[in-house]
């Protein structure tokens, strides 16, 4: 199967979010995947560049992607396990996927990383990367943005 050679490249496209100290606002920024069907809110002083948003000084990071027509949740979660093994999952169930990983062979300046991956159609999947210390609630707050373009 070719998908987790996709997975991999998106992968190492992933974001680092750390030293993010402010909350994600509704009137924050969203990114866009590059097929614009899936989105991600992240707070309105980040950088925006083609499917990745970026903490001011580049600290944080989160990448979004949707997955290809065709491709379920259950194929999107088996290869995400492969491309990005989870150390500790957060969530398993019929809605979404999101666990911790170590984000070291990214080639990131983050050492910790989340995955998330939720079941939409299409399915929409955020990597974030980012430095022990970053803040995990304005973290969560990124990663529960994570949807389908409306």
């Known amino acids: 199967m070719r998908y987790p050679l996709c997975l991999s490249a998106m992968l190492l496209t992933a974001a ?3 030293g993010a100290d402010q909350a994600v606002p509704s009137a ?3 990114v866009l995947d590059a097929k614009k069907a899936c989105q991600i809110a992240v707070p309105a ?3 925006t560049d083609t ?3 970026y903490s001011p000084g ?4 989160v990448t979004v992607h949707g997955l290809r027509a065709g491709q379920t949740f ?3 979660k088996d290869a995400a396990r492969q491309g990005m093994k989870p150390i500790k999952i957060v969530q398993d169930d019929a809605k979404r996927l999101m666990y911790t990983t170590d984000a070291r062979n990214l080639g990131t ?6 995955y998330v991956i939720t079941n939409t159609s299409p399915v929409c999947t955020a990597s974030l990367t980012f430095a022990a210390g970053a803040d ?9 943005s994570l949807a389908v373009v409306k």
């Open 16 to 18: 680092t979010v750390a």
């Open 28 to 30: 924050g920024k969203t």
């Open 45 to 47: 002083d980040w950088t």
């Open 51 to 53: 499917s990745t948003g």
């Open 58 to 61: 580049k600290k944080a990071t």
């Open 74 to 76: 259950e194929d999107g």
């Open 109 to 114: 300046a983050g050492t910790n990383g989340w």
């Open 136 to 144: 995990e609630g304005i973290l969560r707050k990124i990663a529960d």
